[in-house]
Nanobody, 124 residues
Framework: QVQLVESGGGSVQAGGSLRLSCAAS????????MGWFRQAPGKEREGVAN????????FYADSVKGRFTISQDNAKNTLYLQMNSLKPEDTAMYYC?????????????????WGQGTQVTVSS
């Protein structure tokens, strides 16, 4: 059974940093796309960053480029999102997701498995 469990969310002031983690289990962490998404109240879920588990260049949404870094530890089956220079508009529930068919983009409906989310709140 595939499970994705996020952690690391919290409340910070603008300009601060947080590091999110996503522990994956129930499948071989190799050859798939892993992504971070977020959803603010009243808004649609949007892609933040993604990366193939086998490596390759990560991809970022324009809104987080230069501030967020996606990384992974394949030995630990864990995906990370380092978030620096946080802004109030980064406030949202953050989710990690896995896509097994070869797609690696930001279409929410293409991802097969989702975590339960971790809340990030940035105050001004």
């Amino acid at each position: 059974q595939v499970q994705l469990v996020e952690s690391g969310g919290g409340s910070v002031q603008a300009g601060g940093s947080l590091r999110l983690s996503c522990a994956a289990s129930g499948y071989t962490y190799s050859g798939y796309c892993m992504g971070w998404f977020r959803q603010a109240p009243g808004k649609e879920r949007e892609g933040v960053a993604n990366i193939y588990t086998d490596g390759g260049s990560p991809f970022y949404a324009d809104s987080v480029k230069g501030r967020f870094t996606i990384s992974q530890d394949n030995a630990k089956n864990t995906l990370y999102l380092q978030m620096n220079s946080l802004k109030p508009e980064d406030t949202a529930m953050y989710y990690c997701a896995a896509e097994f068919s070869g797609y690696c983009g930001f279409r929410v409906g293409r991802y097969n498995y989702w975590g339960q989310g971790t809340q990030v709140t940035v105050s001004s």
